[in-house]
């Protein structure tokens, strides 16, 4: 796993498959320096998968869960010349919002590199980090809310086409915000057992600064 | 001028993500080639500097000048190095776990990592043995963070909400 410091300073993507009872749905989430299960793997599981999900062709429809996005503040994202100057959204980034005209261009530069995972088939996340909070530090960093950006539109017979990339683990210690979205895997979470924060061992945090490896 | 240095932090941001994007291609992954958390802008005095968050690495480290080694140990406590050098990770311990995570065996904030302590460093090396060097660091000029991924301003923690002035 990658040390303690660089999982709070770096916005690690990782991937893994929610498995429910017979089918498997891919999952992105962009970790947004938050501290990484371990049951993720080690450090080169994680790479191989970032590798494999990154060469994934674009071959879905996607959609985006407007109930999240709608609540984003226009006034958190730079103006469109400033973006447009500094080259953010290649022509590349531009053309997956082609159908999407209504699309404010705030949302088009924070969704992007989320509706990218949606092509490539994931079900995308992004981690929440609630700042109103007085309890900075596990909002911050150990925060495991996570909101659904973007997921491909597949129809029930794709989904076992899809890609699978990443690790399996439970990820009933993950509390997702699905919209109005129902999937047979949210009926899943809630029906088990759920804990809305990461449980970690003891002695993860240990004095040296360095994460307990779990194989 | 501080419309300058937004401005200066996105191309900033864009020069970052083609790079990381060149290496993406040949394969190269994971440690050391991930986006960054937050990347923060810096002005003083003419100068201007984008930092990202980075773990501090033994060279970064000893590129920390004086300034803001002793506000930084006068502010926290340093963690089992004495208070002679700044330690790698410095950490506030709860008196009362939180009960929602006291799986935890003990919590750390992370100092020294940020986008924005970055920045100030490249700002204050830059300035080593010129007398206009600031002796304050609250008078450096920050643009907003931004997280890099998405471009969305963010807050500044509370650790650089002490020490340096929030835009």
């Given at each position: 796993m990658f040390d303690i410091d660089y999982q709070v300073t770096h916005d690690i993507d990782y991937?893994?498959?929610?498995?429910?009872?017979?089918?498997?749905?891919?999952?992105?989430?962009?970790?947004?320096?938050?501290?990484?299960?371990?049951?993720?793997?080690?450090?080169?599981?994680?790479?191989?998968s970032q590798n494999e999900a990154f060469n994934l062709p674009y071959q879905f429809d996607y959609e985006l869960n407007m109930d999240y996005l709608n609540l984003l503040n226009a006034e958190d994202f730079p103006q469109e010349v400033d973006v447009v100057e500094s080259g953010f959204l290649q022509t590349e980034h531009y053309n997956q919002f082609n159908d999407r005209v209504d699309l404010?261009?705030?949302l088009k530069v924070y969704a992007y590199s989320f509706v990218e995972m949606a092509r490539r088939g994931f079900w995308s996340f992004d981690r929440l980090t609630e700042y109103s909070t007085q309890d900075m530090y596990n909002a911050r960093y150990l925060s495991s809310v996570y909101q659904l950006v973007a997921y491909p539109k597949v129809s029930e017979d794709v989904v076992a086409q899809l890609p699978y990339v990443g690790h399996v683990f439970r990820s009933d210690s993950c509390k997702f915000y699905l919209g109005k979205e129902k999937w047979d895997f949210a009926e899943w979470i809630s029906s088990s057992k759920?804990?809305?924060?990461?449980?970690?061992?003891?002695?993860?945090?240990?004095?040296?600064?360095k994460p307990r490896i779990n194989r | 001028m501080a419309?300058?240095?937004?401005t200066g932090l996105y191309k900033a941001i864009v020069?970052?993500?083609?790079?990381?994007?060149?290496?993406?291609?040949?394969?190269?992954?994971?440690?050391?080639?991930?986006?960054?958390?937050?990347?923060a802008g810096c002005e003083y005095?003419?100068?201007?500097?984008?930092?990202?968050?980075?773990?501090?690495?033994?060279?970064?480290?000893?590129?920390?000048?004086?300034?803001?080694?002793?506000?930084?140990?006068?502010?926290?406590?340093?963690?089992?190095?004495?208070?002679?050098?700044?330690?790698?990770?410095?950490?506030?311990?709860?008196?009362?776990?939180?009960?929602?995570?006291?799986?935890?065996?003990?919590?750390?904030?992370f100092v020294g990592t940020c986008a924005e302590d970055n920045a100030a460093n490249q700002i204050l090396y830059g300035l080593k043995?010129?007398?206009?060097?600031?002796?304050?660091l609250k008078v450096l000029t920050f643009a907003h963070p931004v997280r890099p991924r998405t471009l969305k301003r963010e807050r500044m923690c509370e650790v650089c909400r002490t020490l340096f002035t929030e835009p």
């Open positions: 991937f893994f498959v929610m498995q429910t009872m017979e089918k498997a749905r891919p999952i992105h989430i962009a970790s947004n320096g938050g501290v990484l299960p371990d049951k993720l793997g080690s450090m080169a599981y994680i790479q191989k404010p261009f705030h759920r804990i809305d924060t990461v449980q970690y061992e003891r002695g993860h945090y240990a004095s040296s600064g | 419309n300058n240095l937004q020069t970052l993500k083609s790079d990381l994007e060149a290496d993406w291609a040949i394969g190269l992954r994971g440690n050391g080639y991930d986006l960054p958390t937050m990347a005095a003419g100068f201007m500097k984008v930092g990202f968050s980075g773990k501090k690495g033994r060279r970064r480290r000893s590129d920390i000048i004086k300034p803001f080694d002793d506000l930084l140990l006068t502010a926290f406590k340093p963690f089992n190095r004495g208070n002679k050098k700044l330690p790698r990770i410095v950490f506030k311990k709860r008196r009362k776990p939180n009960n929602q995570y006291e799986t935890a065996s003990e919590v750390k904030w043995g010129n007398p206009n060097k600031p002796n304050d």
